[in-house]
């Protein structure tokens, strides 16, 4: 299967659009796709807490939403792992460099939030825009985490395989875990309770340990680092390949092949969640959301 396609669609999705180009402010579509798709995930999120709760304890404990804490939520899921990652590798996070990206998230909050009525999360909903996720993912995993570590200064940190797994790792599901950890999204005020992360196989939810993986396919395919290269050369030989050099792949095509990995991992997320490939039993411990 040729990856041309989705290759142009990623140039498209990256390019600026207007009027934000006019005043020489770069936002593209993908990531607008991205702030709105997040911000409507956390509301549906919210009113079914909601409603969970009203059935469980009524209206005892329920605190007044605010839009300051609902975009609080939005910009701790979005930001949160990189100012846990950044101080650590001596790399200001985007937000403090440009205020921009955080701008579009709020925006896409209030948008969100003045939208009448939205439905609940289904299979119907959820399954097309799965493949929306993978892709908007992509972005994130393939290029937007490995530059900074791979560029780095420190020779040490930009030729470390670990260093870039663990900020895949942190800055992926670093501000979902502050979130969680202190109940941003339940209708009750802010208390801290265990993360689902570290709950009994929260290890499994599929938006925790995608992160790494991708980005290490993304290394390996691409030989981001000196380690990944040596990989994928002994790979290619236990496989049999006892030609010339394996050499690395474009890194448009790279992140292309991933986005399509992570919408087929979404998509089988979905349908199990739903009830679609797998019925509920022994496979309900593994949580895959």
């Known amino acids: 299967m040729s990856l041309q396609p989705f290759i142009t669609l990623y140039r498209y999705a990256l390019e600026p659009i207007a009027p934000f180009s006019w005043f020489g402010i770069k936002v593209c579509p993908i990531e607008l796709v991205a702030a709105l798709r997040l911000c409507t995930i956390l509301r549906q999120t919210r009113e079914d807490l909601y409603a969970r709760h009203q059935r469980r304890a009524g209206g005892k404990s329920v605190e007044e939403r605010s839009f300051l804490r609902d975009a609080c939520t939005s910009l701790t899921i979005k930001f949160g792992?990189?100012?846990?990652?950044?101080?650590?590798?001596?790399?200001?996070?985007?937000?403090?460099?440009?205020?921009?990206?955080?701008?579009?998230?709020?925006?896409?909050?209030?948008?969100?939030?003045?939208?009448?009525?939205?439905?609940?999360?289904?299979?119907?909903?959820?399954?097309?825009?799965?493949?929306?996720?993978?892709?908007?993912?992509?972005?994130?995993?393939?290029?937007?985490?490995?530059?900074?570590?791979?560029?780095?200064?420190?020779?040490?940190?930009?030729?470390?395989?670990?260093?870039?797994?663990?900020?895949?790792?942190?800055?992926?599901?670093?501000?979902?875990?502050?979130t969680s950890m202190f109940s941003f999204l339940e209708p009750t005020p802010l208390t801290l309770v265990t993360p689902a992360a570290i709950k009994p196989y929260g290890w499994t939810a599929t938006e925790i340990w995608c992160a790494p993986f991708i980005t290490g396919l993304y290394a390996l395919l691409t030989h981001a680092q000196p380690f990944w290269a040596e990989l994928h050369s002994v790979i290619s030989t236990v496989l049999g390949n006892t030609g010339d050099k394996v050499g690395p792949m474009d890194p448009e095509a790279a992140r292309a092949l991933c986005a399509l990995i992570l919408a087929g991992m979404f998509s089988t997320r979905t349908a199990k969640n739903y009830g679609l490939v797998w019925k509920r039993g022994v496979a309900e411990k593994i949580k895959t959301q």
């Open 81 to 178: 792992g990189e100012a846990i990652i950044g101080p650590l590798l001596g790399v200001p996070p985007s937000f403090v460099l440009s205020g921009v990206s955080p701008g579009v998230y709020i925006a896409a909050q209030a948008i969100v939030e003045y939208i009448p009525v939205i439905p609940p999360m289904s299979l119907s909903t959820e399954l097309p825009l799965s493949i929306v996720d993978g892709f908007t993912r992509a972005l994130l995993l393939c290029s937007l985490i490995p530059k900074p570590v791979i560029t780095h200064a420190s020779p040490v940190i930009a030729s470390s395989p670990w260093t870039l797994l663990l900020s895949s790792l942190v800055i992926a599901n670093g501000g979902l875990f502050i």
